[in-house]
């Protein structure tokens, strides 16, 4: 049987090519970039793909969300959250005194930006975490890498200070898209969806959530994002507990597409943890009470 192919941020030892190995029976293929990893899913040339979409400090991946909303027509079928621990990475012989620039993923610079602030060092952008690695070993400068123990070991680079993450709890999450099949509900799932209003108006973001608010479903996460069709136009980016299989969420859909411009679906998929089924099952026991005291007052009615 022939293996699913499954594009990533690469080269190898990035921390997305951590989270594509954690699926079963694929063949990962390295990507110069989320944008690569899009287009190759969308033109079929990768079955798959796999992409940073949010990180505990820095929130959201700008370049997965634009490239989502905007540039390609995927769904997402699944998430993967990693524990993100990041290293600075050197030659053998290179101190971490001696380092006279430190090179990395925007995301890894920013997420360490304590430590490098403390050591007053230059720093420069690159691709990825694993291309900073690679480009540090390929040096003859005493420059370094911030990047993950995996990169490390790929390049032959040495550990010269470890754990320098501002925050200890830092995690990223990253989710798989592919072109057309939903993911089938667990009872555990979350649904993301892109809306577009015809004008700005007072009261317009209110008349979304609201709609959401009527039918118990629980919001896990709001962000507004320029339409880039002018300035002060936005659109809005909502996921929200339940899967567009549950009644209730296909109801809601169909409500906000029925009163904006349009609604982009991004996908029903199942969620890491297990946040999302309690708060479901605490929202229908709210209702079935609620159900229950209704139906108590109304049972005195006279005939």
């Given at each position: 049987m022939t293996q699913t192919r499954v594009g990533y941020l690469g080269p190898q030892g990035t921390f997305t090519h951590e989270a594509a190995a954690t699926l079963d029976d694929v063949e990962t293929i390295?990507?110069?970039?989320?944008?690569?990893?899009l287009a190759l899913v969308q033109d079929g040339t990768l079955d798959k793909g796999v992409i940073p979409i949010e990180n505990a400090i820095e929130g959201t991946v700008s370049a997965t969300i634009d490239g989502l909303v905007f540039d390609y027509d995927l769904i997402i079928e699944r998430e993967i959250v990693l524990p993100i621990h990041l290293h600075l990475l050197a030659r053998p012989g290179v101190g971490v005194d001696e380092v006279t620039k430190v090179?990395?993923?925007?995301?890894?610079?920013a997420q360490c930006r304590g430590f490098l602030e403390a050591r007053d060092v230059a720093t420069e952008q690159t691709t990825s975490t694993s291309q900073a690695a690679r480009e540090?070993?390929?040096?003859?400068?005493?420059?370094?890498?911030?990047?993950?123990?995996?990169?490390g070991e790929l390049y032959g680079l040495e550990q010269i200070a470890t754990?320098?993450?501002d925050h200890p709890d830092n995690a990223t999450r990253f989710v798989v898209v592919g072109r057309d099949a939903i993911a089938a509900p667990t009872g555990h799932d979350r649904t993301s969806i892109v809306c577009f209003q015809d004008a700005d108006r007072p009261g317009s973001l209110y008349a979304i959530l609201g709609r959401f608010a009527a039918r118990d479903i629980n919001l896990?996460?709001?962000?507004?994002?320029?339409?880039?069709?002018?300035?002060?136009?936005?659109?809005f980016i909502i996921e929200f507990d339940g899967h567009v299989g549950d009644d209730?969420?296909?109801?809601?859909?169909?409500?906000?597409?029925?009163?904006?411009?349009?609604?982009?679906?991004?996908?029903?998929?199942?969620?890491?943890?297990?946040?999302?089924?309690?708060?479901?099952?605490?929202?229908?026991?709210a209702r079935r009470s609620a159900s229950e005291w209704v139906q108590g007052i109304r049972s005195r009615i006279r005939r």
């Open positions: 390295a990507c110069a970039s989320i944008g690569e990893v090179m990395s993923y925007v995301h890894a610079l540090v070993a390929e040096s003859t400068q005493p420059w370094a890498a911030i990047g993950s123990a995996i990169a754990d320098i993450e896990t996460k709001l962000e507004s994002r320029p339409t880039k069709l002018g300035l002060g136009d936005y659109c209730v969420v296909a109801d809601c859909l169909a409500d906000l597409q029925a009163h904006l411009a349009r609604v982009k679906f991004l996908g029903s998929y199942p969620v890491t943890g297990e946040g999302a089924h309690d708060r479901r099952e605490e929202v229908s026991e």
